[in-house]
């Protein structure tokens, strides 16, 4: 059989992109994934235990985008949640993003907004030029809170200083001067009540789609057709690497089921300046599910593994481009997504590419008979 479209991935960019050809121009799609499972990198699901786990490390949904949430609303009820993290500093559990009660608990302050704006003001480098990971933050806090907060955590994150990391890594973290915790501030944050895996199904159900879990596109069997494609693993593979390996950073998830039923204050907590793991998530806070024990991630960064971050620096955007001019010049294949364009794109971010790739299919081909007919 041929289909209209293989769909190379089962994560929010080939779900996004299946479901939307299938049910609004009736094609017909088969969708792989070399993963046992579908739902990409935010894959949850009940472990041994009976605790709900994203086997990728955490996933809070969070968008300032009313197209996008309402999409994702057809195939899923939402539970509220505002994620918020604390950060162990100097011995102490505060809040990061880094706001008054931060200052006010680290260096045993009782400053108001106006006074920790003024303890800013006298430590950060107002006049700096901004270009990398390391100016955003002290060009916001000064060095001292830069080392303390970012400087660790990046390294280990990324394997590189943050000075070697353009800017808008550590800008995806604000500086506050009022209490706010809540480490996003979007207008739409909240969970996919029954879990993402279950919003990927329904997402998938869809009559016109066919879904393949644990077979590398490249391994489909003979005699399988499809008209074109949509790519959504990494860019570099699906040209064998023809211009070298594109960097993308790795983690390793180390998931442990404790016999207690909380362990720590909030849904995340970072350790920016102690231990090899960045950050350690306990998922029943993301999820609100009763149980009596819980289960913890642990997330320690590597350069080996499976690609999960693309890491934005000039000389990996001049590679990206090398690879993005060959996928332009393929009539054939659409690219998309976090890994197959290179962006350190959120989850909404991604559904919105998907649904802008198909709102231009649908502006050209409503453009055809027109080309056709002054031809
Ligand atoms: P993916 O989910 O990576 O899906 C691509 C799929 O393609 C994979 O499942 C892969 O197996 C498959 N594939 C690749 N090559 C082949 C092949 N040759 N054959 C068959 N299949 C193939 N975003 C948020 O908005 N909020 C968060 O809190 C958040 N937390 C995150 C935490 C971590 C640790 C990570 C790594 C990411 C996080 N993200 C978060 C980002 C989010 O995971 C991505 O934006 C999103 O999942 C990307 O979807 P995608 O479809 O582009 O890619
Ligand atoms: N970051 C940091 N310290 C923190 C939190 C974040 O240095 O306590 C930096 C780090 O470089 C990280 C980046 O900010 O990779 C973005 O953080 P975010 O929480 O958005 O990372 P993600 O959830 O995408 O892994």
Redesign the pocket.
Known sequence: MTFDWLV????????TFAERVASTRNETVLV????PHI????YDHFNADGVLTHL???????TNSDTVAAYLSRFTAWRPYEHRVRAVVDGKLVPIPINLDTINMLYGLDLDEAGVAAFFEARRDAGREIRTSEDVVVAAVGQELYEKFFRGYTRKQWGLDPSELDKSVTARVPVRTNRDDRYFTDSFQAMPRDGYTQMFARMLGHPNIEVRTG????DLPPGTGWRRMLF???ID?FFDHRFGKLPYRS?RFEHRTLDTAQVQPVGVVNYPMTQAYTRITEYKHLTGQIHPKTTITL?YPSAEGDP??PIPRPANAALYKAYEALADARDDVVF?????TYRY??????VAQALAIVARLDARARQRPATTASS
């Open positions: 190379v991935g089962a994560g929010f960019a080939g779900a792989v994934d070399r993963r739902g990409g990198n935010a990728y490390g955490p996933h809070i949904f969070h077979l590398d596109w490249r959504t693993g990494a593979e983690l997330e999960y971050y998309a997504g976090r890994l197959a794109y959120n989850m909404d971010q991604v």
